[in-house]
């Protein structure tokens, strides 16, 4: 029988409360499915972080993906919002707001950024996609992101 677009709603919602609440690695894994193969990926030039651009497959990878983010990045003020829900493919779409700062050189931006999340008959998610601002986690992580803004309010300054 297929979930309610409630029931799936739910079940992402899960996974996002506890990613916003920066639960620990085992609580997040606990949403991935443990009788399907399951990959995370998040979508963006590999050469630019070291959790962009490539498949984490299986929970022993997810997890390596989500330590790679812990051990870059930190947020505050996580929320998420427009969810959409298919029942029919047990898919989950849902945008998410968050304030990142790259750890080692302490640069911050906002970020809008979107999840999609399949989920089996268990709903539980097989599939954990991410679409996020490569470019300014790799310029943060350059620490070249507040030059760039600096630079660019000059340039705004100047034509006004």
């Known amino acids: 029988m297929a979930p309610t677009r409630t029931q799936l709603q739910q ?19 606990s949403h991935f499915s443990s009788s399907h193969q399951v990959t995370a990926v998040e979508h963006g030039e590999q050469c630019l ?17 989500f330590e790679l983010l812990q051990e870059h990045l930190t947020y505050e003020n996580m929320e998420f919002s427009a969810w959409v829900v298919d029942t029919e493919t047990r898919k989950v779409s849902v945008k998410g707001d968050a304030d990142f700062t790259w750890t080692s050189t ?8 979107t999840y999609t999340l399949d989920f089996d008959h268990d709903l539980k998610v097989t599939d954990y996609q991410v679409w996020a601002d490569s470019g300014a986690a790799y310029l943060a992580r350059k620490g070249q992101l507040g030059e760039l803004r600096k630079a660019e309010e000059k340039s705004t300054l100047a034509d006004n």
């Open 11 to 29: 079940a992402a919602q899960a996974l996002c409360d506890d990613f916003a609440q920066k639960k620990d690695l085992d609580s997040l894994l």
């Open 106 to 113: 302490k640069e911050t931006w906002e970020e809008t950024f």
């Open 49 to 65: 972080a070291p959790f962009l651009g490539r498949p984490f497959s299986g929970l022993k990878n997810i997890r390596k993906y």
